[in-house]
């Protein structure tokens, strides 16, 4: 029983953050077309609601919930509260949750057209997801073998690195 929950658990945290990931770049995209023409940005921006409601509610809501629904289970399968991995896990895992739902708020917003965040901040938003994403598979993958002081040193050397990216590409783009 075991594998087959850690099968569908994987695949639900890929969908998961692919889910979370995209709906970013959808309102960096819905973002951009407000500086289009009338048509054009109504039209786009239109195209983007539905991309982003379909998005949200077919594949991101429903991945995380049983992202979390398969996750839980193993964890009472296999009895694994006790272990300190698994704690650290558990908060990684609810400070995505704070993420998600906060993302949840920012789709709110664009559903309605209250756009108040730049491209660039919204780039800046996905980096974060990309740290929940990168610091949740060390802490699974090296469990008790982590050293939690260099562990700790490479999120934010991995968070430097994102954000000199962003920087480069944005020079990039100008």
Request: charged share 15%; no cysteine.
């Amino acid at each position: 029983m075991y594998l087959y929950l850690k099968a569908l658990h994987i695949i639900f945290v890929v969908s998961w953050f692919a889910g979370l990931f995209y709906i970013i770049r959808l309102f960096i995209y819905h973002t951009e077309a407000e500086e289009k023409p009338e048509s054009e940005r109504k039209a786009l921006q239109d195209q983007f609601k539905i991309m982003e409601n379909r998005l949200w509610y077919i594949i991101t809501w429903p991945a995380a919930i049983l992202a979390t629904v398969f996750g839980v289970w193993m964890v009472l399968e296999l009895n694994l509260w006790t272990q300190p991995w698994m704690m650290v896990k558990l908060g990684l895992t609810g400070l995505l949750w704070v993420y998600h739902l906060y993302t949840h708020q920012l789709y709110k917003r664009y559903q309605d057209n209250q756009i108040s965040w730049t491209s660039n901040q919204l780039r800046l938003w996905n980096e974060v997801a990309t740290l929940w994403l990168v610091s949740i598979v060390f802490v699974v993958v090296l469990k008790g073998t982590l050293n939690w002081m260099y562990g700790t040193i490479g999120f934010f050397l991995v968070g430097v690195v994102l954000m000199i990216a962003i920087k480069a590409y944005k020079r990039l783009r100008s």
